[in-house]
């Protein structure tokens, strides 16, 4: 079977470094949702996954695994019913965050 891709994003501004947690630019970008304008860096864990662009994505992802949950099982499992490919899993676009 092809890769499936799911892709998150998240707008927001630079700022000058604000001290804190996180790595790379997590001092430096304030996400546009973030209510406080609080940098990633400030965040905690739970704050931060829910605007960040691979909370967005593996929210995505968790959602496709779960409508095709028996179709994946099926097809790791060696079932000779199954389609090939991505034939027969479901893809509709339906995720608020697009």
């Not at 406080?36 to 860096?41: I, K, L, N, Y």
């Not at 931060?48 to 929210?59: D, E, F, I, W, Y």
Request: contains cysteine; charged residues 30%.
């Amino acid at each position: 079977m092809d890769p499936v891709l799911f892709t998150g994003e998240c707008h927001g501004k630079i700022v000058a470094p604000i001290n804190g947690r996180g790595f790379g630019w997590d001092s430096i970008f304030v996400p546009d949702e973030s209510k406080a304008g609080d940098t990633f860096s400030t965040m905690s864990m739970e704050e931060k996954n829910a605007l960040s662009h691979r909370g967005k994505a593996v929210r995505k992802w968790a959602k496709w695994v779960g409508r095709n949950q028996d179709a994946l099982w099926d097809r790791q499992n060696g079932n000779k019913d199954y389609l090939p490919g991505h034939k027969g899993l479901d893809f509709k676009i339906d995720f608020p965050e697009q």
